[in-house]
C-alpha cells in the first residue's frame, strides 16, 4: 500500500488550499484517515481525523477553519484548508489505518508529506 498526497503549496494568509491524498494497492479496508503535521522541535501531532462512519475530529486549532472529508470509492482523504494563518506553515502528512487482506489485521500507513507554507 502506498499513499500519494497532493495540494500543497504557498499561499498568503487568509488564503485556502485543499490537500488530497489517495491510497493504491491491496486494500480490503480502510479505518481511520487523518492529517499531521510536525511542528519544528515538536512531536507530530494531528490536524484532523475522519473515521469510516463519518465522524470527525480536529486540533483545536484548526477548528472552524479546516474540513476533512473522504471518498470512500476512491480511497481518499481531503483537508479543505481554510482562513490560512503563517502558524499553519509545516509539512502536512497523511495517513491511514488499513486492512491490507481482513478487518481485523490492520496497519498504519504514511504518506511522504506536503509543504504547506503561508505567508503574512
Known amino acids: 500500500v502506498q499513499l500519494q498526497a497532493s495540494g500543497g503549496g504557498s499561499v498568503q494568509a487568509g488564503g485556502s488550499l485543499r490537500l488530497s491524498c489517495a491510497a493504491f494497492g491491496n486494500i480490503f479496508r480502510i479505518n481511520h484517515m487523518g492529517w499531521y503535521r510536525q511542528p519544528q522541535g515538536k512531536s507530530r501531532e494531528v490536524v484532523a481525523i475522519?473515521?469510516?462512519?463519518?465522524?470527525?475530529n480536529y486540533a483545536d486549532s484548526v477548528k472552524g477553519r479546516f474540513v476533512i472529508s473522504r471518498d470512500n470509492a476512491k480511497n481518499t482523504v481531503y483537508l479543505q484548508m481554510n482562513s490560512l494563518k503563517p502558524e499553519d506553515t509545516d509539512v502536512y502528512y497523511c495517513?491511514?489505518?488499513?486492512?491490507?487482506?481482513?478487518?481485523?489485521?490492520?496497519?498504519?500507513?504514511w504518506g511522504p508529506g506536503t509543504q504547506v507554507t503561508v505567508s503574512s
Open positions: 475522519i473515521n469510516n462512519d463519518g465522524s470527525t
Open positions: 495517513s491511514a489505518q488499513i486492512g491490507q487482506y481482513s478487518a481485523t489485521n490492520v496497519f498504519d500507513f
